[in-house]
C-alpha cells in the first residue's frame, strides 16, 4: 500500500462488534437471516470478527474459514505467508493501536469467506509487505513462485494509483489501468475490492472529509465494479457503509425506522417460512429456507428513485428458498403462486434471461395473508453461488476437490471486462472513456431482455432500440444496418424495445455507414462508443488539420514559435497530462474541440522552458551577463510582474494576487489565471477551483513561477490548514503553543466541535514557505488527540 494510501486508511483493523457492523445483501443490524434447520439468528457478514483479536487469534480464524470449503488443502504456504508478513510489518501500527499485520488479515478472511482459491488468500495477506516494507518482489517470487508474486504486483500498482474525483483525466487513466490488470487476472481486482471493504470498514477514524471523500470514491468505482463481477457480499455492504457517511443524517433515519418494527417483522418471515417450507414438503420439494430484509442502500435508492415512503418498498422482507435442480425452482413457482396472490407486473424470471453479471433467479412479489407485501426468491444451489460471489465462484482459477487446478473457460463471465477493453482501444480521449463507463454504471441495474431471430437472449438498457441492438450483435451489423422487424413487423429504429421482443435487423451492403443522429436516441454505451469510433475515423484526418491551425495561431498570438515547442519529448509530456496515446489523436481533439488549442501549447510552452533551462551554454551564460544592465533598467517592469512575489510569464504590467481559498505558499506548484477586471490571480496548482474548472475557462490558465529573489528577502505568506482532533482538553493550547514557539504570527484561530466527539479546528497564520509550514503540519500531528491535519483545499 502506497504511503498516501497507509495515510489515509491507516485506521483500526475490522474487529468492530456486530452492534457496530452493517448489513449486506441478505441482513441489517434489525433483522437478522433467519435459517431454515433451526430458526435462529445467523449472521454471513464476511470478514467479521465479533470481538478484538490479536494477529494470532485472527490467523487461527483465517484457517478455519479456509478449511470449511478446502478441508484437505495443504496450507504451508498460508502459513509461511503469515510467518513472514507478521515479521515483515514488524511493530507497524494502525491510528486504533492495532498491530499492522491484522489489516492484510482482515483483507485475507474476506477472500476466504468469498472461497477465494490458496494462492489469493496468500497475495490477500501479503499485498502490503513490497510497498510498505523492506521485502522485495523478488525474494516474493523466491518464496511462493510468479503466480503469488503477480498478483501481489497487480495489487501493489492499482494501490498506487490516485482515484481523486478532482483530477478527472487521471481517473480516467487509472481506471484505464485498473481494467487492463483485470484483464490479465480477475483475481488482482477481487484482492483489491477485499482490501477496500475493510478500509470501508474502519473509515470512522478517519477525518469527515476524507470519509466523504473515499466513500464517494467507493460508490463510484469499487461498489460498481463488485456489482459487474457479480460480488453481491461486497458491493451491498460497501453500498451501506458509503451511504452512513456521505448520507448520515438519512442513514440514521433509515435504521430508525427499520428498528421500530422489527420485532413484528421477524415474526411475519417466520410465519411465510414456516408456511412455505410446509406446502414444498408436503409436494417433496427438498429446499433450504431463510429470511432476510433488504440492505439500507437499496432501500434508500428505491425511495428516491420511487418517490416513495418505507411502508411502499414492496420487496423489504424476502424469504429466499435454494432447490436441488432448475425443475424444481418453477414447481416451486408454481405452489407458491397457488398459496399467495402475486402482485401483476412483479414477476421476473432471471434464469431464463440472466442478468449481465450472470445473476440467476426466480423473483415474485405476493401479498401475505394479512395483505403485507413481500418477496420470494428462488433458485438452485449453483446460482445461489454466483450471486453470492459472483466471478469469485467460477473463474478458470477454480481448484478442484483433489486440489488440482483446472482450467474452466468463463469467457460469458468477462463478456464485459472485454467489451470494456475494446473501448479502451476506440477511445483515445479520457474524458469519453470515463463518461462512457460511468453511464454503463448507472444503466446496469435496468436492463430489458430480447431475443435475435435464432432465439438468443440479449441483454440491453431499459429504452434500447433497434440501433441498441444492432451493436449489441455486432458493430458491422450496425454500421449497415437500415431498418429493423420486430416480432415480424417493421418499426422505425427508435422503437423503444420491450422485455420478449424477437429483433431483426435489415442490412445493406450499400449503407453508407450510421447516422450522426443516431448518437441522440441510442441508449447504450456499447452503440454510442461505436457510432463515435466510425465518424471519428472519417472526421479524424480533417480534425488534425483544423487542430493543427488552432494550434499554430494560437501560439502566434503569445509570441510562442510553435515549431520550437512541438518537439517528440515535449508531445509526449502532453499526451500523457491530456490522456492520449498519441500526438495524432491529441490534434484531432483540439480540432473537434473537446480540448482547448490554449492548453496544450501552454503545456508544451511549459515542458519547453524547463529543458531550456538545464541546456544553457557558455555562450547563453555570457549573453545573460551582458543583459543584466539592461534587466535593472527594467527592474520596476518586473515588480510589476511579480506581483505577491509571483511572476507570471506573459503577462506584463496586469496587477497579480494571492487567492485565499487555496493560500498558496513559495514551494506549492502554482498556476495564474486572468480574472476579468482583477488582472491575475494565483492558485496552487491543486485548488480544487483550478481542477474542477471547466474546459470553457482553462484557455484563461497561464503558467506562474515564485520570485526566488523575493522569497530570499523573508516575505511571508498566509497559510491556513484544518486540524481534526478528538474532544479532548488542551488541543487548542497545544496549537497555539507550536506557533508560539516557532515565532509564528497567528492571523486568525477558530474550533468547532463535530460528530463523533471530533472538532475542527481552522488555523491562519504567517510562514516564509512550504519548508517551514511541513515542519509546523509534522509537530501538529504529533499532538496526541490530533487524528487528522490538512491545508485547505479551496
Known sequence: ????????????????????????????????????????????????????????????????????????????GVDQAYALAKKAHGEQKRKSGEPYINHPLAVAIILAELQMDKETIIAGILHDVVEDTAITDEELRAQFGNEVALLVDGVTKLTQLNYSQDKLELQAENLRKMFIAMAKDIRVIVIKLADRLHNMRTMQYQSPAKQIEKSRETMDIYSPLAQRLGISKIKTEMDDLSLKYLHPEIYKDLTEQIKDTRSEREAFILQIIEEVRAALRADGIVARLDGRAKHFFSIYKKMVNQNKSLNQIYDLFAVRIIVDSLKDCYAALGIIHEMYKPIPGRFKDYIAMPKGNMYQSLHTTLLGPDGTPFEIQIRTEEMHRVAEYGIAAHWKYKEAQDGKKTDQTEAQKLAWLREILDWQREMSDNKEFLDS???????????????????????????????????????????????????????????????????????SPNSKGPSRDWLKIVKSTQARSKIAAWYKAIDKDDNILRGKNLMAAFAKSKGIVLSDIVKPEYQEAAEQRYGFRDWDSLLAAVGSGSLKEGQVVNRLYEEWSKTKKSEMTEEDVIEQVNLVGQKNANASEAKKRSNGGVIVQGMEGLAVHLSRCCAPVPGD????????????????????????????????????????????????????????????????????????????????????????????????????????????????????????VERTQG
Not at 467479521?48 to 490467523?59: A, K, L, R, S
Not at 429504452?463 to 450496425?478: E, K, L, Q, R
Not at 486568525?748 to 516564509?768: M, Q, W, Y
Open 437 to 507: 463507463l460511468k453511464n454503463d454504471f448507472d444503466m446496469m441495474n435496468d436492463e430489458v431482455y430480447c431475443f435475435t431471430p435464432s432465439g438468443d437472449v440479449k441483454t440491453l438498457p431499459v429504452g434500447s432500440n433497434p440501433v441498441d441492438f444492432a451493436y449489441a450483435i455486432h458493430s458491422a451489423v450496425g454500421n449497415k444496418m437500415i431498418g429493423a422487424k420486430v416480432n415480424g413487423r417493421l418499426v422505425t429504429i427508435d422503437y423503444e424495445i420491450q422485455n420478449g421482443d424477437r429483433i431483426e435487423i435489415i442490412t
Open 1 to 76: 500500500m502506497a504511503d498516501e494510501e497507509r495515510k489515509e486508511m491507516d485506521v483500526q483493523a475490522d474487529v468492530v462488534t456486530e452492534a457496530e457492523h452493517f448489513p449486506t445483501d441478505y441482513e441489517n443490524p434489525d433483522v437478522p437471516v433467519i435459517d431454515d434447520a433451526s430458526c435462529t439468528k445467523t449472521s454471513h457478514r464476511i470478514g467479521v470478527t465479533d470481538e478484538f483479536m490479536e494477529p494470532d487469534e485472527m490467523y487461527q480464524k483465517l484457517v478455519e474459514t479456509i478449511r470449511k470449503y478446502r478441508p484437505t488443502t495443504d496450507l504451508a
Open 669 to 788: 506548484k502554482i498556476v495564474g489565471f486572468t480574472t476579468r477586471g482583477r488582472g491575475v490571480t494565483i492558485h496552487r496548482a491543486d485548488c480544487v477551483n483550478i481542477v474542477n474548472l471547466p474546459e470553457s475557462d482553462r484557455a484563461r490558465l497561464l503558467p506562474a513561477e515564485w520570485n526566488v529573489q523575493m522569497a530570499k528577502e523573508g516575505r511571508l505568506y498566509n497559510a491556513e490548514v484544518k486540524i481534526y482532533a478528538r474532544n479532548n482538553p488542551g488541543v487548542l493550547l497545544a496549537v497555539t503553543k507550536i506557533l508560539s514557539e516557532d515565532k509564528v504570527n497567528i492571523n486568525s484561530i477558530t474550533a468547532r466541535p463535530g460528530k463523533n466527539e471530533v472538532s475542527t479546528i481552522t488555523v491562519s497564520f504567517d510562514i516564509l514557505g512550504t519548508a517551514q509550514l511541513n515542519q509546523i503540519l509534522n509537530k501538529f500531528r504529533q499532538i496526541e488527540s490530533v487524528i487528522d
